[in-house]
């Protein structure tokens, strides 16, 4: 009996033991690289970096290179990104309100369902890039290149646009009330309505 009940209190104990170590692994799926991050904040290079759900709000990484990194869950608010090079980056669900992302490299990157409110865009490079669900209230894209970029279901509410090269952007279901779009490009671009403007060919 005795050692029928020590079997068991073992068993129990390994199967305990496997469970830790599931969610261990469960919990690093979703986690940042902590050498990844170490790289980053002391080389500002940091290539196909993963940096999921890490806390870098307030950080100084202007001129990183982050070309392809992933930053899904990211809390990047305030962060000064001006210059850097993002593209190919995944910014899905991040939290990027307030950030200077000012002349920043971002050609195809995914910012879907992502919160970029009251971010600075200005002259940044965003052709191709994808803002499904994206929150960009108040936004500034002044001569941003958003060519060719998915837009769909994107709020754009009082964003500043002005001089924005839109020419192949899909803007579908998009919120744009009170955007500013002066001198904005429109040139095969799809409105929210449905409709395709020719504008600035």
């Known amino acids: 009996m005795i050692t029928r009940s020590v079997g068991i209190k073992m068993k129990k104990l390994g199967l305990t033991i496997l469970a830790i170590v599931a969610s261990i692994f469960a919990s690093s799926a979703s986690a940042a690289d902590p050498e990844d991050l170490k790289m ?11 940096l999921r759900g890490a806390d870098l709000s307030d950080a100084n990484l202007e001129g990183a290179d982050l070309r392809y990194a992933n930053l ?11 210059k850097a ?6 910014f899905n669900e991040a939290n990027l309100k307030y950030a200077n992302l000012n002349k920043a490299y971002m050609y195809k990157s995914n910012f879907s369902n992502a919160n970029l409110k009251y971010a600075k865009l200005r002259d940044a490079d965003l052709s191709e890039a994808v ?19 998915y837009m769909s279901k994107a709020y754009l509410a009082y964003s500043n646009l002005k001089n924005a090269n839109m020419s192949g952007a899909d803007l579908s279901e998009a919120v744009i009330s009170g955007a500013l779009m002066n001198g904005a490009i429109l040139c095969n671009t799809e409105m929210p309505d449905g409709s395709v403007i020719y504008s600035g060919c």
């Open 72 to 82: 899904i869950g990211a809390n990047l608010m305030r962060v000064n990104l001006h």
């Open 131 to 149: 803002f499904i669900s994206t929150e960009m209230q108040d936004a500034d894209l002044r001569g941003a290149d958003l060519s060719r970029a």
């Open 85 to 90: 090079v993002l593209n190919n980056a995944n």
């Open 40 to 50: 980053l904040l002391y080389n500002g290079k940091c290539k196909e970096c993963d």
